[in-house]
């Protein structure tokens, strides 16, 4: 998902399915953070957190504008995990997290 033009086309395949929510492993992307693209998805990710890390694992979730107003909050656990967690429509005091995790096998 480094390469140019990548999210653009994922979220795309995203709309395409009609889904809420995706999680995305290998993005290759380095730092924590959240983009909005300009279809209206938001993309949080998780990566390496050092400034000359390599471009290696990665997560992220991409979520479509349902989704973001049930979004609650987020938490980056480096670059394998990502934790989102939503409210269930009517239980406001309900949170239900969503795990987006990698682990490259030998």
């Not at 995305?24 to 959240?34: F, K, L, M, P, Y």
């Not at 390599?54 to 504008?65: D, F, P, Y």
Request: charged share 20%; hydrophobic share 35%; with cysteine.
């Amino acid at each position: 998902m480094w390469d140019t033009g990548r999210a653009p086309q994922i979220a795309a395949e995203m709309r395409r399915y009609n889904l809420e929510v995706l999680g995305i492993s290998e993005t290759h992307w380095r730092q924590v953070g959240q983009q909005r693209k300009t279809s209206g998805e938001l993309l949080l990710y998780s990566g390496h957190e050092e400034e000359n890390a390599a471009h290696t694992q990665g997560v992220a979730l991409m979520m479509s504008k349902q989704a973001q107003n049930a979004l609650t909050g987020w938490e980056s656990h480096g670059p394998s995990i990502i934790k989102a967690s939503f409210k269930k429509r009517g239980h406001f005091n309900e949170h239900h997290p969503m795990l987006c995790a990698y682990q490259r096998l030998q």
